[in-house]
């Protein structure tokens, strides 16, 4: 997770090293995906060792800026090797912030006050993704068909996501709307949530 502020309010991108099955259909509304479950995903030594379980993200608007994809990657984690999608932005933004992170017997919920807007600004703020799930609201700040629902795993991506792959200078500003996320981990930027609650709920 990045550091926490309560006040109120990684290595090069990969290349391909492997074609990807042949691009799927999807159902209407949906981004066409590419099959990359045998994509080769090199070890990230810089991302250190996270929990064994991932931690959870949700926003009614998530807002990802300067976004550069840096492919698969592995992992280390407490429970063993894990691949994971690796991204790098320049801040991040999250309205309706809900946080869920399990620890031990419980799950530590961390919101931020309803309708407030969260960030993450700082260093070198790195996303170790497992899942991503949103729909498609705005791209390079030009807004995108709202029924487009986006699904981001290390095994499947969108097909216009694994063809920025090696593009080392593309920056995306990209926007999602009912956003989810599951993170083996973050590295990185200083997280300022307003309104902060927190509170832990039995598994």
């Known amino acids: 997770m ?4 309560t006040t109120p309010v990684s290595p090069a991108p990969s290349h391909r090293t492997a074609e990807p099955s042949p691009r799927t259909e999807s159902p209407q509304g949906t981004a066409r995906t590419c099959d990359i ?3 080769k ?6 991302a250190g060792r996270f929990s064994a379980e991932a931690w959870n993200m949700k926003g009614s608007r ?5 976004l550069v994809f840096g492919g698969v990657v592995t992992v280390d984690t407490a429970a063993g090797p894990k691949r994971a999608l690796k991204f790098t932005a320049a801040a991040v933004t999250i309205r309706d912030l809900k946080m869920a992170v399990p620890v031990g017997p419980q799950i530590q919920h961390i919101d931020g006050a309803p309708g407030s807007t969260s960030t993450i600004r700082g ?3 790195t996303m170790y993704v497992e899942s991503l799930t949103g729909t498609l609201s705005s ?6 068909p709202p029924v487009l629902r ?6 499947t991506i969108p097909e216009w996501l694994y063809d920025a792959v090696g ?13 989810d996320i599951d993170q083996a981990g973050q590295t990185g930027g200083k997280l300022a949530i307003p309104g902060i609650h927190g509170y832990g709920t039995p598994r």
């Open 139 to 144: 791209i390079e700040n030009l807004p995108a």
């Open 123 to 125: 260093d070198d703020i």
């Open 62 to 66: 998530l807002e990802l800026h300067d």
């Open 37 to 39: 479950s045998d994509l």
């Open 2 to 5: 990045p550091r926490l502020s």
């Open 167 to 179: 593009k080392l200078d593309l920056k995306l500003q990209l926007g999602l709307d009912d956003a």
């Open 41 to 46: 995903a090199p070890d990230d030594h810089e």
């Open 150 to 155: 986006l699904r981001l795993t290390p095994d």
